[in-house]
């Protein structure tokens, strides 16, 4: 059964960089055909997708962070990462990752890890 595991600070302070890690068991990253993908929920908001990894290693990220985004992957230990460079509060959120299927559905999901920007 496939499952997925985020692990991150929780705290941040801004202008810093955020990074998470999702790890995954159950297959591969590496040979596994799905889209590993970031996505954050700020509380009362709605998810707003960040980015995603394909399993040959390309990446594709949100128009409006991607100046700022950068996802990659530890294929030997089956981890795939998120870094999200100079936050600000407004980038407080709960980040989950997600496998995402071709035809566009979510068929897995890590549990979510809340992140806080704050001095």
């Known amino acids: 059964q496939a499952q997925l595991r985020e692990s991150g600070p929780g705290l941040v302070k801004p202008s810093q960089t955020l990074s998470l890690t999702c790890a995954y068991s159950?297959?591969?990253?590496?040979?596994?055909?799905?889209?590993w993908s970031w996505i954050r929920q700020p509380q009362g908001k709605g998810l707003e997708w960040i980015g995603y990894?394909?399993?040959?290693?390309?990446?594709y990220y949100s128009p409006s962070l991607k100046s700022r985004t950068s996802i990659s992957r530890d294929a030997s230990i089956n981890q795939f990462s998120l870094q999200l460079s100079s936050v600000t509060p407004e980038h407080t959120a709960v980040y989950s990752c997600?496998?995402?299927?071709?035809?566009?559905?979510?068929?897995?999901w890590g549990q979510g890890t809340q992140i806080t920007v704050s001095s």
């Open positions: 159950g297959g591969s990253i590496e040979t596994d055909f799905y889209y």
């Open positions: 990894m394909l399993y040959d290693g390309s990446t």
């Open positions: 997600a496998r995402r299927t071709d035809w566009g559905a979510y068929n897995s």
